[in-house]
């Protein structure tokens, strides 16, 4: 799947891609699935927006681990491209710990730079592996996913090393992709996406997402998967892919 510079190249970037699934039929699948899983999620109550002195106010919407309830969303997890990336970059165990689909509504406010070092939870680094893949076609003006090129090499940086609130009250106010001055060492790439296309990032590369300023949504479906010797680190109901 990947060749010789594409590994090299994750090696140093901490991303790849976009690269096209095996099975594109298997986005029109999963298709129906988000907005089941929104519309019950927003019945229990669980969705908010978050508002901004920007008229990109609302908030991103997410709801995980569709894979254990919907066979099309595990199907996709395991498409066959994405496993022979993953295999060409990861242990030849590799195990999917969790699944989100990511809806980005119109004027949906950007997503602050992180990475998914999962604090809330108490994870850390677990040398997780991403897949996300656009099911709708991903534009820097309907917010795609910007990586900081080259930043997953410096372990995990604690968030108050780079942030503060002052940048965080432009970086939500602005409809630029702003980047903290502690990073600005990393180019800032947009990974733009055709619907079926996939990137594979590591958890410690930075990444963001920028406002949705299109007059459509952004839907994106993200898998996270670990090497078969991270199996003790986590809690997750975990599915052997490889």
Same mark, same amino acid.
């Given at each position: 799947m990947l060749n010789s510079n594409e590994i090299a190249g994750f090696k140093e970037n901490g991303f790849a891609g976009p690269f096209d699934l095996s099975d594109p039929s298997l986005v029109s %699948? !999963?298709?129906e699935i988000p907005q089941e899983e929104?519309?019950? %999620?927003?019945?229990k109550g669980g969705l908010q927006e978050k508002h901004f002195i920007s008229p990109y106010s609302k908030r991103p919407l997410l709801c995980a681990n569709?894979?254990? *309830?919907?066979? $099309?969303v595990l199907d996709l997890g395991r498409d066959a491209n994405i496993v022979a990336a993953l295999s060409q970059l990861m242990a030849p165990e590799i195990l999917l710990r969790r699944s989100q689909f990511w809806r980005k509504p119109p004027n949906a406010r950007p997503v602050m730079w992180h990475q998914d070092t999962h604090k809330h *939870?108490?994870? =850390?680094?677990? @040398? +997780?592996?991403?897949?996300w893949i656009a099911l709708e076609d991903a534009t820097k003006e309907n917010g795609c996913v910007w990586f900081l090129k080259g930043s997953s090499n410096g372990g995990v940086v604690p968030p108050a090393d780079f942030l503060d609130r002052r940048f965080q009250a432009k970086f939500y106010n602005s409809e630029e992709l702003e980047v903290p001055e502690a990073l600005a060492k990393f180019e800032a790439v /947009?990974? +733009?996406?055709?619907?079926g296309q996939f990137v594979l990032f590591h958890q410690l590369c930075f990444h963001a997402s =920028? /406002? @949705?300023k299109s007059d459509r949504e %952004? !839907?994106?479906l993200a898998f %996270?998967?670990? $090497?078969g010797d991270r199996r003790d680190t986590v809690e997750d109901e975990l599915v052997q892919i490889a």
């Open positions: %699948r !999963v298709s929104f519309e019950l %999620r927003e019945a569709t894979h254990l *309830r919907h066979q $099309p *939870r108490g994870l =850390g680094f677990i @040398n +997780e592996f991403s897949a /947009p990974m +733009e996406m055709k619907a =920028g /406002p @949705n %952004r !839907v994106g %996270r998967y670990l $090497p």
